[in-house]
Structure formats: C-alpha cells, structure tokens
C-alpha cells in the first residue's frame, strides 16, 4: 500500500537524521522516543490507519504526482513536534511516562532543542534532494512562522489560563493559533514543494485550517470523554458552550468544577455527564463536523483545479 | 461559522421535549426553523446522521473522534 511505502521512506529520512548521534550516550535512543508515539513519524503502528506524519507528502503529490522530495520537510515537521511534545511534558509535569520525569528537566530539554535543531537541519536537506534554494527558503519562512504562532498561541492559552470568561471566539483563536496551524503548515509546506500557483498553495493551506481546528476540536471533546480535561479543570468549547447554555443546578455544579475549584467539586463521572446531557459534546461534535465539512469543500475546490484529492479525504472520513 | 445559531439550535433540541422528538424523526423540519447556512446544515445532519444525538459516550462517538483527534500534539 502506498501509506506504507510513504512510512517506510519517512522512517528511513528521520533515521538518517538521528544516526550522527548515536555516538553521544543514549542521545538517539531518547530522540526516537516522542517520535515513536503514536501517529509520529517513527511509529510502528499502521500508516494505514494513522497517515498524519504523511500530510505534508500527500499534499506534494497531490498536486505534482510527486513526494519524495518533500521528504525532508515532513521530517522536519516530525521532529517539531516530537519536541514540542517533550517541551510540553515538561511544562506539565503530569506524566509519570515523560522523559522529564524519568530523566530529569536537563536532560529532557536537551532531548527536545536537539530534535529542534535537527528539524532545522532536515530543512536544509531539501537541498540534497534536488530543491531548488528559493523554494527552500519558502520552506523555511513557512515552518517558522506556523511554529512562531505556535508558540504566541501557547502563551495565550498559558496566559488564559486563570480566566473564567474565555469565550468561543477566544477558544477557536487559540485552537487556530496553537494547533490548527501547525496542520495548515504541512499543508501549505506540500503545496510549496509541489512547486504549486499561490492560489493552489493558499488552497491547501485553507484545507490545513479547517482540518486542523477540526483536530483540535476532536482533541477537546476526547478531553472530556477520557477525563483529563476536567481533572484539570481546562475549559475547552464543550465547557464554554455548557456555561452559557446552562442554569439552575448543572450552571452552579459546572461552575463548581471550572469556575470555583473546591472541596465539595462534583467527580469527573458527574461532570461528563452534565457535559453530554446538556448538549455540550453534541454542539462540540457539531462543530469539528462543520470545520471537516468545510475542509471537504475546499478539496472539492483543489479538485477542480487539477488536484488529485482522494487520499486527503483520509483525514476527513 | 454562526455559531449562536448553532448553538441555539442545540439548547432547543436538548432543552425541549416536543422539539427533541420533532428532530428524532425529521430532523430537517427542525433545522427549517434557523437560518444556517449549507455547511452548517451538513454537519449537523452528518453528525445526526452519524451518532444521532450525543448523550453519553459510545464506541460510535470515539470511533467518529479518534481519527481526526490523532494530529495533536500541543505546543509546550
């Protein structure tokens, strides 16, 4: 199958990148780590079932019928992640799994700025592969750029953090900011690669959006569903949509869980349900489903101007 | 997206019994009454379609979440 073809050349690019430091003690092995998880590039699991590592190439050879030269820049996007990942362990403190907690924060932050180098390394090895230097460029000031908001996103959700009235318009801002572009980012680095017209580039990128806030949206409803969420009291769209269309008892038992922490808070079980009851995660599910239904529009569109769009339905089924 | 008019038609099928069960059946002639556009309209009948209405977790609900949650790695 195609996917596994696509892994196995995703693999072998993010190995070659990793060999250099398989002389420093253990380096490499605690790089593999984060890009061994599930849905990253190093998985073992299926790119079948899970072909996002694959995104940026997809979209390459959608338009050019061509991918392996964009191999590099997917696994550069690989390696920000997986360092974002380590980062963000850090920051959390919440994972008796994490590198942080088993190794120390040194040598997890050292884990992480060596696979962000190499992310910036694997940029340059476009060139290698026959890309030309302006497109490289391009390359670069895409990436840091989605990287960069990123990061302002982060900081918004960090700085939001203690405020209660964080409205839709807030949440879909930082969900655009902080994870949805890093999607349009793979996107719109496959149709730079593909050597694609700036409207076609900007059409891809759209699709990146939408399938992105989609992920993110998904991402906040399983925050509910498994729980974690509302262990950290995190106020998400399910929560915001629940606090302004509530009252009476299930206003005051949500405020009590997000609003006003205490020691009488009700348990997750019975916050999940208020969530489901009150049409919470049903406005939630609603909402990813209109953000994958605009992506499936905007295929339609990339279609229409000579696209060949099937395998990025994937991501859409 | 509009989402008050989303989000009004959600507390109405959820708030209101009559409505409840006029969208269980047809659940065109409710999405009649509010003014959403194309798209909004597809996503709340695929997501009907799909799950019917989302009142309690359900191996349809993760199985619908799952593959698209999966990009998701935050940023630090």
């Not at chain 1, 050349?9 to 250099?20: F, M």
């Not at chain 1, 390459?60 to 550069?76: D, F, K």
């Not at chain 1, 190499?118 to 302006?134: C, N, P, Q």
């Not at chain 1, 076609?200 to 925050?223: E, K, R, V, Y």
Request: hydrophobic share 45%; aromatic share 6%; with cysteine.
């Amino acid at each position: 199958m195609w996917q596994e073809r696509q892994a196995e050349l995703l693999r072998g690019e993010i190995e070659a990148l990793l060999a250099p430091l398989s002389d420093a003690s253990g380096l490499c092995a605690l790089g593999k780590e984060p890009l061994a998880k599930a849905s990253r590039g190093l998985a073992a699991e299926s790119a079948r079932q899970r072909p996002w590592p694959l995104l940026p190439l997809i979209v390459c050879e959608a338009i050019s019928g061509h991918y392996e030269h964009a191999l590099p820049a997917a696994a550069a996007l690989q390696l920000l992640k997986a360092a974002a990942e380590v980062f963000d362990d850090i920051e959390d403190a919440d994972s008796s799994a994490s590198l942080s907690t088993r190794y120390g924060s040194a040598v997890a932050i050292n884990v992480a700025t060596t696979l962000l180098i190499l992310a910036e390394k694997s940029i340059t090895r476009l060139k290698i592969r026959g890309v030309e230097d302006y497109l490289i460029v391009r390359v670069m000031e895409a990436v840091n750029s989605a990287y960069a908001t990123a990061c302002a996103g982060q900081h918004l959700d960090l700085s939001l953090a203690s405020q209660i009235a964080v409205s839709e318009d807030i949440y879909l801002r930082v969900a655009y900011m902080k994870s949805a572009s890093t999607v349009e980012c793979a996107c719109h680095v496959g149709a730079l690669l593909a050597a694609a017209n700036q409207e076609l580039i900007d059409t891809f990128a759209l699709f990146g959006h939408n399938l992105g806030m989609a992920s993110q949206i998904a991402n906040d409803i399983q925050g509910i569903t498994h729980g974690s969420d509302i262990v950290k009291h995190k106020i998400t769209l399910p929560v915001i949509y629940a606090l302004t269309h509530t009252d009476g008892e299930t206003h005051h038992q949500l405020k009590l869980k997000f609003v006003k922490p205490s020691e009488s808070v009700p348990d997750t079980a019975q916050i999940r349900d208020l969530l489901f009851r009150s049409g919470a995660i049903h406005y939630a599910t609603i909402k990813m489903e209109y953000y994958k239904q605009r992506a499936l529009d905007i295929l339609s569109e990339a279609e229409r101007a000579g696209g060949s769009v099937e395998r990025l339905k994937l991501f859409l089924a | 997206m509009k989402s008050q008019t989303v989000q009004e038609l959600v507390k109405k099928v959820f708030g209101d019994e009559k409505t409840k069960r006029q969208f269980m059946s047809n659940p065109d002639s409710v999405l009649a009454r509010f003014a959403l556009t194309e798209q909004e309209k597809r996503a709340v009948l695929k997501t009907h379609a799909k799950l019917g209405l989302v009142t309690s977790n359900s191996q349809q609900l993760e199985a619908a979440i799952d593959p698209t949650a999966i990009w998701h790695a935050p940023i630090p």
